[in-house]
Structures are given as structure tokens and as C-alpha cells.
């Protein structure tokens, strides 16, 4: 008569782990489609919802309701907290890199209606994707086209007044590359930065001769040239002028990518050039002298 009644409480406490493995399976199932429907929606915000349908559908649950669909501004930011990193935004507002769904779906029950008067369990789960979009470019500019001693006078009112840069020096910065996330993290050592957000020490100003110190520490094949312009007293200028049109709030999916952008060095003294030199007059020769021309113009685009 014990194990009679034993066998009953028994089989109740198996029929409820057979469920309640059944929920485990079918909300990990749920969360799983979710995070592949969020990675489909969110390359192309403006078909987000035909996406995540899609791949519902693809994944054998059409059934599953989409409860939640935000576009919005994620920031990977250390110093904003976690729930405050992802800003919700109206579709088509410019700026959104984010899409957030929650996807809700009903678990059937088998052997545990027994214990309830449900017949199902409804389960939900959200996930949240990111994507950041870079351009990727290569910098060809006609100031890099200057012969040599031209290149050597714009750089010269940059740097220092006796800077030497000699046509070869200038070739070998044109062929050298340097990590753009190096030269940072050797400027941020400098300055003795360790702010919350890594991405803040682009806001950071630094010198010419800073920026030199920090070549030199990245590519050591440089030091040589470069110990003639480190005593120039160019005017001060923020680190992110090298790279331009970055936005810091965007933590660390900036520092990332300047991880792996590679630049020459030419680049990026060229860089430090204009940004000292704004302001400054443009002026070309005029004079000519070929047979049969009888007029010229010259134009800038700015």
C-alpha cells in the first residue's frame, strides 16, 4: 500500500520534469530564433520586421508572436550604465545601429495539466543586435602629390622651422604603415589617460611633437627621421582630427575598428599639417611659359 501510494506522488513529480525540460528545451529554441531574427533585421533596418518574419518562418515557428520590435542607438560605452546604453529611436531617425525583438510564443503542456487548468505556458525572450558601419577609404591627396621640396616647406611651418625632411624621408613615410589603434593607445600613455569610455581619448588634444613621440614608439624604423621633428611648437589639436568624423559615444566598436585601421605615416603627418595650418593662405604661381597658351585658370575645391 506505501509503494502504491508512492509510485502515484512519483509519477507526479516525473510527469512535471518531463514538462519542465520540455519548457527548458522550447525557451532555449525561442531565444535562439530570436537572436538569429535580430541578426537578420538589423543589416537593414527599413525591412526589419519582413526579416525577422522571415526567419520565424525559416526556423519552423510562424507561430511565435513578434511582441516587441525597437529600433534604437546602442552605445557599447563603459561609462553609461548597461540598461541606459541602448536609446530608442522613431524609424528612419538618423543614427539608428541597433534593432531590440522580443518574440513570444506558447509552450504546450503534456503530463503537468494534471496539476493545472492551463494548457500551455507562454514564454518570451528578447535580444538585442548591433551594427556599426565604417568606411573604408585610402587617402590620395593632392598635397601628397607636392614634390619634394614643396612637401618639405608645408611640413616645415607644421612642425618646426628647421625640420629635415629630405625627399627620401618623405618616401619613407609614404611606405610605412602604422596601426591608427597603436598610435592612440602610445598618445594615450602620454597623457596619462584611463578615462571610463577608451573612445574619450580621441576628444583629447594633444601636440605635433606628442604625435611624433608616438610614431616613433609604434614603428622604431622612424625614430631617426623622426627625432628631427619633435621639437616643434605646432599648435595643440584633438586627437580625433587624424581619423575625423567619428563619434566617441560609440565606446568600444571605435576602439575596435582603429585596431585595425592601418594608415601610412605620411597620412598621418599630413593630418597633423592641415590641422595646424587652417586658416592659411592657399596661393599657386601663375607664371607660364608655353608656346601658344593664352590664358589660365586655376581652381580649389575645399
Known amino acids: 500500500m506505501i509503494v502504491a501510494l508512492t509510485l502515484v506522488m512519483l509519477m507526479g513529480f516525473l510527469a512535471l520534469g518531463i514538462d519542465v525540460a520540455s519548457l527548458y528545451r522550447e525557451r532555449h529554441k525561442l531565444q535562439t530564433i530570436t537572436d538569429l ?10 525591412r526589419a520586421n519582413e526579416r525577422v518574419t522571415q526567419a520565424k518562418s525559416i526556423n519552423q515557428i510562424p507561430e511565435a508572436h513578434i511582441e516587441a520590435l525597437v529600433k534604437g542607438r546602442y552605445l557599447r560605452n563603459p561609462a553609461i550604465p548597461p540598461e541606459a546604453r541602448f536609446l530608442p529611436l522613431t524609424d528612419g531617425a538618423p543614427g539608428i545601429n541597433a534593432i531590440s525583438v522580443r518574440l513570444r510564443d506558447d509552450a504546450p503542456l503534456s503530463f503537468a495539466r494534471i496539476l493545472t487548468e492551463d494548457d500551455h505556458v507562454t514564454l518570451r525572450s528578447t535580444a538585442l543586435a548591433a551594427r556599426t558601419g565604417a568606411v573604408s577609404f585610402s ?25 629635415d625632411l629630405a625627399v627620401n624621408n618623405t618616401s619613407l613615410f609614404a611606405s610605412t ?12 600613455a602620454q597623457l596619462g589617460f584611463d578615462g571610463a569610455n577608451p ?3 580621441l576628444n583629447r588634444t594633444v601636440t605635433p611633437s606628442q604625435i611624433m613621440t608616438a610614431l616613433r614608439t609604434v614603428s ?21 582630427e587624424i581619423v575625423g568624423g567619428i563619434d566617441t559615444e560609440l565606446g568600444l566598436t571605435i576602439v575596435e575598428f582603429l585596431d585595425t585601421l592601418q594608415v601610412s605615416s605620411l597620412d598621418i603627418l599630413m593630418a597633423v599639417a592641415r590641422s595646424n595650418l587652417v586658416g592659411e593662405p ?21
Open 37 to 46: 531574427a535580430v541578426l537578420s533585421a538589423v543589416p537593414d533596418p527599413a
Open 139 to 163: 587617402l590620395d591627396t593632392a598635397l601628397a602629390q607636392l614634390d619634394g621640396d614643396a612637401l618639405h616647406a608645408f611640413l616645415n611651418r607644421a612642425f618646426m622651422p628647421s625640420a
Open 177 to 188: 604603415d602604422v596601426p591608427v589603434g597603436d598610435v592612440v593607445q602610445a598618445l594615450a
Open 199 to 201: 573612445a574619450d581619448i
Open 220 to 240: 622604431p624604423d622612424l625614430a631617426g627621421t623622426l627625432n628631427s621633428m619633435t621639437g616643434g611648437s605646432g599648435d595643440p589639436f584633438m586627437i580625433a
Open 282 to 302: 592657399v596661393s599657386t604661381g601663375t607664371q607660364t611659359d608655353v608656346a601658344g597658351l593664352l590664358t589660365q585658370s586655376v581652381s580649389l575645391v575645399a
